[in-house]
C-alpha cells in the first residue's frame, strides 16, 4: 500500500507533482479498468447511414436518403462513450480540520487528483467547481493532459475567500452551466444544510455520486476532558464536555442520526453515496465503490 505524504507540508508545485506520482501509479494499476466499466456515456450518437437489411428497424429508415438513391437506407447509431467528469469541491474552513495525518480537505484534494486522472486517462472531459459560501473558481469542462494539470492547480493552490458553505450554490450553479449530462463527484464534509433541492434536481440531469470525507474525531468526541475548539466558519469558540460519558454518547448519536439521514438523501434521489475518512486509503474506497456500483 503506497503511503501519502501529508500534502499540507509541501509548497504547491511540490504538492502537484507527489500527487502526478501518486495518481498515475493508481490510476494506471486500479481504478482505470474499474473508471471505465462502471460509467455509461450520455446517450447515443448518429454513426452512419447504409442499405436497409431485413430485421432493420423501420423506424429509423432515412426516407430523405431513401427517396435520393432509390432504394431503402438506415440510420446507424452507437453509444457515445465520452463523458465528462464535474468535481463539485468544498474549500470551507471547515475541512481544515484532521486529527491524523490528513486534514478533510487534504483527502478532498487526493480524491479529486485521482479522479481527474483517470478521467482524462480515458479521454474524458473533465472540468470542477470550488465552493465556499460562494463560487470560489470554476473550470469548464475539457480534455487533456494540461487541463487536468490546470484543475488540479486550481485545487490545491486554493485560497478561499468565503468563510462558510453553500452547497445550494454550488449544486444550482453546476444545473444551471453544465448543459450536458454528465459525472457529477460532489467531495464535501456535508456539514451544511438546505441543499437537498437543489441536490435533487442536478441528479435529475446527471449522474452524481456524493463523497462524504468525515475524521474520526469530528464525529466521534474522545474522552479528553472539557475540550474548546475554534469554529472555522464563524470564528466562535465552542467548548465540549469530553470528560461525560452521557455527553459523548449524545455527540456521538447526533453525528449518526446526520449520517443516516444523508444516506437516506442520497438513495431517494438516486445518487451513489461514499464515506471515505481521513484515516483511510483514498483509492481503496474508490475501488470497492467502482466495484459495487460495477455489480449492481
Known amino acids: 500500500m503506497y503511503r501519502f505524504n501529508p500534502l499540507e507540508k509541501l509548497p504547491t508545485q511540490a504538492k502537484i507533482r507527489q500527487l502526478q506520482i501518486i495518481s498515475s501509479r493508481l490510476v494506471q494499476s486500479l481504478l482505470a479498468g474499474n473508471y471505465r466499466s462502471v460509467f455509461r456515456g450520455p446517450g447515443i450518437e448518429f454513426d452512419e447511414v447504409r442499405e436497409y437489411v431485413d ?6 429508415i432515412d426516407w430523405n436518403v431513401s427517396s435520393r438513391f432509390g432504394s431503402v437506407y438506415t440510420k446507424t447509431y452507437r453509444e457515445e462513450r465520452e463523458m465528462t467528469i464535474f468535481m463539485i469541491v468544498d474549500m470551507s474552513p471547515s475541512l481544515e480540520f484532521g486529527s491524523a495525518e490528513r486534514s478533510i480537505k487534504e483527502v478532498a484534494v487526493i480524491t479529486s ?3 481527474t486522472l483517470a ?11 470550488l465552493f465556499t459560501d460562494r463560487i470560489e473558481s470554476w473550470i469548464p469542462p475539457a480534455k487533456g493532459r494540461r487541463h487536468a494539470m490546470r484543475l488540479l492547480q486550481e485545487v490545491v493552490a486554493a485560497k478561499p475567500e ?3 458553505s453553500d452547497l445550494a450554490l454550488a449544486l444550482r450553479t453546476v444545473s444551471e452551466s453544465l448543459k450536458r449530462r454528465g459525472i457529477c463527484f460532489i467531495l464535501s464534509d456535508f456539514h451544511t444544510t438546505g441543499y437537498q433541492r437543489e441536490l435533487a434536481l442536478l441528479a435529475k440531469r446527471h449522474d452524481v455520486i456524493a463523497v462524504r470525507i468525515t475524521d474520526p474525531v469530528s464525529e466521534s468526541l474522545p474522552d479528553l476532558g472539557i475540550v474548546s475548539i475554534a469554529d472555522p466558519e ?4 465552542i467548548y465540549l464536555n469530553g470528560s461525560s460519558r452521557r455527553y459523548r454518547f449524545e455527540f456521538e448519536q447526533f453525528w449518526q442520526r446526520q449520517r443516516q ?11 451513489s453515496a461514499i464515506e471515505i475518512s481521513t484515516v483511510d486509503h483514498v483509492a481503496d474506497q474508490l475501488i470497492r465503490f467502482f466495484k459495487r456500483r460495477k455489480a449492481r
Open 55 to 60: 430485421g432493420d428497424d423501420i423506424r429509423l
Open 113 to 115: 487528483a485521482l479522479l
Open 119 to 129: 478521467a482524462i486517462q480515458n479521454n474524458d472531459k473533465v472540468g470542477g467547481v
Open 162 to 164: 468565503g468563510k462558510g
Open 234 to 237: 464563524t470564528g466562535r469558540t
Open 261 to 271: 439521514q444523508w444516506h437516506r438523501e442520497c438513495r431517494r434521489r438516486g445518487i
